[in-house]
């Protein structure tokens, strides 16, 4: 038993995980913890020069935003330094209750053999979500429109 026991450790050994299943895990375990509050965890798999940047994007998550669903959309490994993460999150603002999508575009980085998230961007869907500055323009109050009366049949106008 020891010695089927030993193989398999040899052969776990034998076969480390990938460069893009180690970005994969990176980002799916960072995205979790940030899913769930758990941002003081996340924020260890951000790069230092970058975490008050990424804090800052999701200020509004737990109060304002609830995140109903974080998903991966794929992995793609750019070198052996950087990968793009696409994550589909599900999420709604507590004071509307409407369910809205937003995709993300994530840069990693390898540092010291671990991935890092460095970057993100909206790649598609709904706004909002990581802080974009939203600016809502309203119609200026004017006096009600007046148009000219006609009346048929009749020989003079008002």
């Not at 669903?69 to 004071?95: F, M, P, S």
């Not at 995709?103 to 460095?118: M, N, P, V």
Request: net charge neutral.
């Amino acid at each position: 038993m020891l010695a089927s026991l030993g193989a398999l450790t040899l052969l776990g050994c034998l076969n480390p995980p990938s460069l893009g299943a180690r970005a994969q895990e990176a980002a799916t375990e960072m995205n979790l913890h940030t899913r769930f509050g758990r941002v003081e965890v996340a924020i260890e798999s951000v790069l230092p020069e970058k975490r008050e940047a990424f804090v800052r994007r999701r200020r509004a998550w737990g109060n304002r935003v609830r995140i109903a669903d974080i998903e991966l959309a794929g992995v793609r490994v750019q070198g052996e330094k950087d990968a793009d993460v696409l994550v589909r999150v599900a999420w709604y603002r507590v004071d509307e209750q409407e369910l809205r999508t937003t995709t993300l575009e994530q840069r990693w980085k390898t540092s010291k053999g671990e991935w890092k998230h460095a970057d993100e961007r909206r790649a598609d869907g709904d706004i909002v979500l990581i802080g974009e500055q939203v600016f809502v323009e309203r119609p200026v109050e004017s006096a009600p429109a007046q148009f000219k009366t006609i009346r048929i049949g009749s020989s003079y106008e008002n």
